[in-house]
């Protein structure tokens, strides 16, 4: 068995249709999807659904060779690109001719040879900027395929007999049932004494209850007037051939020497298949007169399976606890699964500094147990509930309910081991524990001295990396966006190697930091280790030119809003030419980084994900706990520096995970009737979209506490004048009535937010929401946390303008409340609830590296971690595993439905207030206050201010301000502001959370607030509000 996938899809075969030989050395032809060469069956897809996401893409031919060794039909083209194909099978397969039937082998004297090749990376791209699927793969429509062939009638070798496209695709839909498609191929030919085939196909498992199978032979040398019986398990089930009165393999795709078929069954229409049935033989043999055989190069085998609670684990597994891995053998253990409950299985892997081997700061990745099991207990109090199983390996938080006691995946690995530093070839991220997405990724993942997953868990776990960096470059350039012409996009035009020098031609919109902007010490990521090199990654077809170099020869121009930068760099063993996207669809050069980004996973709907906070920095408290499956002493806490507290890898695994369970930034809608298939992703940010999805509380939480899906269809919010209404705020749900979170958004600053600024700065938000830059002229925004409202609800009413007034009237142009730069009053934010979207079925379909085929079947990915940038892949050179192309978000080549994760710098962009702020904690000498009648009394001669300090990020200043009078609301302090002063700064690392004040005057009355600052400069907005008497 090659492969088996379990999908929400199907397949699609098409055959090659030779044309006259051109004396090149290649026979031409065509491939067309639909094919124009097969019947019509129902039940038989001719075609992909527009935006279907393309799996797995597959060509198989075969050739007459005259030479065991040379393997002359071993190169091909696809799409115009060379391709070169793994020999399958038997060597030694002698091909059968019109005059002789069936050649044995000692009489052979020329052998069959099938190859097979990934060919999704080079299909054709959505070049129409007005389809709703720009810029995605698609895979419809016909692709140039020139197999090697002499030109002879079949007289001189190689000979090319014909060639099928095997596509394997998914849609997100609950009315597309799970199905497995298994694939087995290799070259074989009959002989004389060996006529029939009998193939056994397993891997499927359990067809469902009222099964719908299909069965396809690829062959050659099916001839029309000779005849085989096709039957299925026994020869009391015959399958009739699909072409009337011609044999089932009647050569249909002939053309000269050349005869190939790919016929293709209905098998559920005879009744042939059973949901008891664990594998299915085909059987072929010759028919009593005018018998003829045909050579084989793959079968495939279709059938949906039952799943009776949609988990995407088969009944008969979760049954048996477990199954055999039809491909490896090996025992697959699914221990707690249930017929009846949803089961959710994620092996998690995690980078350990233990040992000190990546650095002096020593810690570990491995998930805190809290932040496991508040995300297990929000899949456990859903309605139907889902059962989530965590295997981290052996003796790691055992006896907790959602950890697999013994389990026997999950490992701990050494930092040191994927920490990078310059030998013989140079480093992508020098000095960084960096692991690239997804080359790197799968590399670790399946390394046996690594990450070291179980290749059968593929169709059942979610793997799960807690790395320490992503090893997200901070600039990318690819051929795909220079083909699509996308000029907000980063573009790699070209690479034109001669000799051992490689001339690389880049064209970048303003903002994209390139070769010749560093050293510039005003802008930080220039300090970047990495800032006198380039990464190439994704070069398929001269694997040689990927790597990481030092250039130089720098020089730029600049027209209008777009800059070309040429640069050179020492290649070595690159073969002389130019190389861009008709020849390299992947090719792509980046720069600087890493980035601080949280993750990264399959995007909608897959099976791994990448968590990495060890670029997020906290202040530790002194004599932590490093590790976290340690217990704590009495006042200790768990460490949080480069690994996260438990709030933050909460929000982040919960974030990472609902993106291999479908769900994006913004939703996903599919609005389009005459494209059911294609989704649609709203924007980030959204204030009606309450879900740890949304980079509003993926780190920070709800406002109320605490993360959770979106379970609630909030009405359309429109941010514009005249829409936009403090007093309806964001509404309710028809059907479930207010929000069950607060909210937050972005909003002009009020007046005490620009007291704030003018006095220290850092008050105004330093990058959009979704982590983009800020444009020149935008007018300053500030983030606003939601408070309830005298009578009201988390849902209204909310002071979206921020005047601190609940229920007045927003003026034109509206508010900026998703902080993207504009407000727009054509696209109102749609309401979205995530939970009943949820989707565990997509395992199967996980993404592999530089758009290469993915599925269960796991790769090793790019060329690995030592090898300077070999797994550095940006989902394929820009391509997002979505079918719903650029204009859609993340189905295409730009990351809005999925796509970049929030990183530390977005995060950091606004900070959060300080919290319980009091004067009743005594400091040293001062007593605390107390309450007389309902109003703070203070009796010292001091005050003595305590504060909590926010529980994210880091803070380097706290601003203490006092006003004389009694001022306790914020709407007070608003119309008082002038009375306000900063009395103290404090500093440090952190600086303390108390300050006691001196200068106070018996029989006064005073009115305090506290605001930060952070490490990155951004001050808060003001605290609780205190007010305090003096009497001593």
Known sequence: MFQNYFVTGDYVVAGWVEAPPDGSGYAPGTISVPDIKQPLQNGVPTALPKGADIVAAYLYWATVEGNQSSFAGQQAYFNGYSITGTVLGNPNAPVSWSSGGCSGQAQGSKTMRTYRADVRPYLSLDRDSLSPTFGALVANGTFPVRLADSGSNGNTAPNALGA??????????????????????????PSNTAQSVSQTMAGFYQPATSPVAKLTHIVANGQANKSELVYLNNQSQLLPSLYGGLPPFPGIYNYGSASWDNPTWVLSQYGYVNTTDTSETTLVVPSPTNSGCVSWGATI??????????????DVWEQNQGYTDAISGQRVALPGASVNVKDLFIQIDYLSNLDGSGGTNLHSHLPKEAALDAVGQAFATQTPPINVHFDLGPNIYQGDQYVISGGSGGNAISEGLVLCTDGTTLCAFPGQPAVSWKGDFNFVQNQPTLGNFQPGRGPSYHYMLFGHSLGASRSYWSTLANTLSLADTPQLVSITNSGTTATITLQSPVGTLKPGDCPNVTIPACSDANNSRITIAGALGQPALNGTYFFKNVTSTKSGNITTTTFTVTTVNVVNATYNFNNEPQLAVTYLGPTSTSGHSDFAGGGDSAITLGLWRADDTPGCQPDPSQSLAPGQAYCTDQVGSVQTQTGTLFHELGHTLTLTHGGTYYNDPNNPSVPTYEVNCKPNFLSVMNYLFQIRAFVDGGFDYSSQTMPPLNEAYPFLSEASGIAVDPLTGPAKHLTRWYSTPNALDTQL???????YSTAHCDGTPLGPNEPPSVRVDGTVAPGGTYSAPLDWNNDLVAGDTVISPGEDLDHNGTVNGNLPFSGFSDWPTVDLQQMSARASAFGFSGGAGLKSGGGGLKNGGGGIDNDGGGLKSGGGGLKNGGGGLKNGGGGTEQDEDTATSTVDAPTGLTCSISQGKVPGCVSVSGSLVENAKSVPLTWTPPNFGQVRKYYVWRAVGSYPTPQQVLSNLKKFSNIQTL???????TYTDPNVKNNTTYTYFVADGNKQGV???????LVVTTKF
């Open 987 to 993: 500093t440090g690392t952190p600086p303390s959370t």
């Open 301 to 314: 085998l279709s059938t949906t399976v039952q799943d009776t609670d949609g988990d995407g684990l088969l």
């Open 1019 to 1025: 001050q808060s907005g003001p605290s609780n509000v």
């Open 164 to 189: 099928t496209l095997v596509l394997i695709y998914r849609v997100l839909s609950p009315a597309v049932p799970l199905n497995a498609i298994v694939i087995y191929d290799g070259a074989y030919a």
């Open 757 to 763: 600024q003018n006095t220290s700065g850092g008050r």
